[in-house]
């Protein structure tokens, strides 16, 4: 049986060489497998690349590709599942924090008949902030989103081939892969692991980047910000209902009472201008993934490869 392990680089020049020999070390033992290596550099500024052509110079499993420039992660990963020939595909990040030893327990796994295994990690050793964050980001994006996700599982785990197949027949041009893997279903499990500190290097996943990844998959899968807008609406026009009743109730009460029209103005341009930037900012997030959707470009470019040499 053929196994490939996907790795995706980004200026990685500090980790790519000690992240092959940890994944080398682990599969030497399981030789009754058959291992590609398949490495992707996402338009890397440093050394990576060099680093990965003499990685395959040496080693007649490894394949390559790099891109023309950064794509980003999601195109990494959905170019590595496009190339990928093993019967099951195992996504790692380039970083050692997705341990290796845990190949050998996915492939068990895989054996007794999943088609998606799942490393799931502790969140010991996280910054507060960033635990708080992530448990409100879950909370928040399995009430909005038409998919769950779990807390703790990343892009690390092992994917059949028919689950690989179903993953690269999505060909949405805004990706969310942590949505994708739940969208499709297939019998899965799920195996808890530490959490692993990087080595050297450093992330590159900031806040802000974080942020607007997660923002990006609730938008994928759920249109409930939409019927967010409609409710607020109605609310709205209750509110406004509700005070013109008031002032005209009150009016009855005391007709000698003047009504201050500089508050109901005031009110009155806040509460709907507050509601129409909303409501038109959400509209705008929509409209603007549609508008990446129809142009339908590739999800990446590839400068250089050498599957050819191997006869891919």
């Not at 020049?13 to 009754?32: D, F, G, R, Y």
């Not at 996402?42 to 080693?59: F, K, P, V, Y």
């Not at 496009?82 to 996915?106: F, R």
């Amino acid at each position: 049986m053929k196994v490939t392990i996907l790795v995706p680089f980004f200026n990685e020049e500090e980790m790519i060489v000690k992240t092959h020999q940890a994944i080398m070390a682990a599969i030497q033992p399981l030789s009754h497998y058959e291992f590609e290596l398949l490495y992707v550099d996402d338009g890397s500024t440093d050394q990576t690349l060099d680093l990965m052509r003499e990685i395959a110079g040496g080693n007649s499993e490894v394949h390559y590709l790099s891109f023309s420039r950064n794509f980003g992660k999601e195109a990494g990963m959905l170019a590595g599942l496009e190339h990928a020939s093993g019967d099951c595909v195992i996504i790692m990040d380039g970083d050692l924090q997705n341990p290796p030893y845990l190949i050998h327990e996915m492939l068990a796994k895989f054996e007794e008949g999943y088609d998606v295994v799942n490393a799931k990690r502790t969140r010991e050793g996280d910054k507060r902030s960033t635990r708080l964050f992530a448990q409100a980001f879950y909370q928040v994006a399995n009430r909005l989103m038409d998919v769950q996700l779990t807390d703790g599982i990343s892009d690390f785990r092992l994917l059949s081939r028919q689950a690989v197949d179903a993953i690269v027949s999505l060909q949405e041009y805004n990706r969310f892969s942590k949505g994708i893997f739940s969208w499709i279903g297939f019998k899965e499990t799920v195996i808890d692991y530490p959490n692993e500190q990087r080595e050297a290097g450093q992330t590159k996943w900031s806040f802000k980047k974080s942020l607007n990844y997660g923002l990006d998959g609730i938008l994928s899968f759920s249109n409930k910000p939409l019927r967010m807008i409609f409710i607020l609406g109605m609310v709205c026009i209750a509110i406004a209902v509700l005070y013109l009743l008031w002032l005209f109730i009150n009016y009855l009460r005391h007709p000698d009472l003047a009504v201050s029209g500089y508050f109901t103005t005031i009110f009155s341009v806040v509460l709907f201008g507050g509601v129409q930037l909303v409501s038109i900012g959400v509209l705008g997030e929509y409209i603007g993934k549609i508008f990446y959707e129809v142009k339908r470009r590739p999800h990446y470019l590839i400068k250089e490869s050498n599957f050819k040499k191997r006869g891919k």
